[in-house]
């Protein structure tokens, strides 16, 4: 079975300064990989996405995650942070040939102070 | 087109009582998904549904947990006699293929058992 572990549970960070949110995984077969985000109260919103083909990844509202395959690694990061990004964000796998389940991580608490 | 609707967004119900959720996800998406998600945590799967058929459920799924999808379009998640282990976040997702893609979530209807 695929697991996802996100290595820190909060991430406090200054208003423009850089921020990376870490993303481990483990998996006999091959995967996807997801980053989503979640604000109070409200569900989760994709972020960005890796399925094949090049292992840098561009998402929404600036962030880009690159996948490391022979560290089983989805790390997200963006180089400078608003205050408007202080959500919760999780990190998911799915299998190739699972039906499209995701198994996502503990998630990582943002907080960005001005 | 709205995105995936859920309903209510807020239920808090007594120890015992039966409880029944709704979603409507996107119409044209033919898988729909569960997921459960406790505070603090990232969500866990509960079952997905292609069109009508329920293709699988997690061992989360008690038996005092079933979900229907009548024709193929909206689907409920009814509880039977809730436990206060049951408060939590019940997230609706669907998706159009099961390409592997990122699939698009509702806000979620939380239910605190009192």
């Known amino acids: 079975a695929q697991s996802v572990t996100q290595l820190d549970s909060q991430v406090p960070v200054f208003e423009e300064a850089p921020v990376e949110l870490r993303c481990n995984y483990s998996?006999?077969?091959?995967?996807?990989l997801f980053w989503y985000v979640q604000y109070p109260n409200q569900g989760l919103q994709l972020l960005l996405k890796?399925?094949?083909?090049?292992?840098l990844v561009k998402g929404i509202n600036g962030f880009e995650a690159e996948f490391n395959k022979s560290q089983t690694s989805f790390h997200l990061r963006k180089p400078s942070v608003h205050i408007s990004d202080t959500a919760e964000y999780f990190c998911?796998?799915?299998?190739?040939?699972?039906?499209?389940?995701?198994?996502f991580g503990g998630g990582t608490r943002v907080l960005v102070k001005p | 087109d709205t995105g995936v609707s859920q309903d209510p967004r807020h239920k808090i119900t007594k120890r015992g009582q039966n409880v029944t959720f709704r979603c409507d996800p996107i119409?044209?998406?033919?898988?729909l998904y569960w997921y459960r998600q406790t505070l603090g945590q990232g969500p866990e799967f509960l079952t997905y549904?292609?069109?009508?058929?329920?293709?699988?459920k997690s061992r989360l799924l008690s038996d005092r947990f079933s979900a229907e999808r009548p024709k193929g379009s909206f689907s409920t998640l009814e509880i039977q006699r809730t436990e206060q282990g049951d408060s939590a976040m019940y997230l609706c997702?669907?998706?159009?293929?099961?390409?592997?893609?990122?699939?698009?979530f509702g806000s979620g209807t939380r239910l605190t058992v009192v």
């Open positions: 119409s044209e998406h033919n898988r």
């Open positions: 998996s006999s077969v091959s995967v996807y």
């Open positions: 997702a669907s998706s159009l293929v099961a390409t592997g893609d990122g699939y698009t």
């Open positions: 998911a796998v799915s299998l190739k040939a699972a039906g499209n389940k995701l198994t």
């Open positions: 549904f292609q069109n009508e058929a329920q293709l699988e």
């Open positions: 890796y399925l094949s083909g090049s292992t």
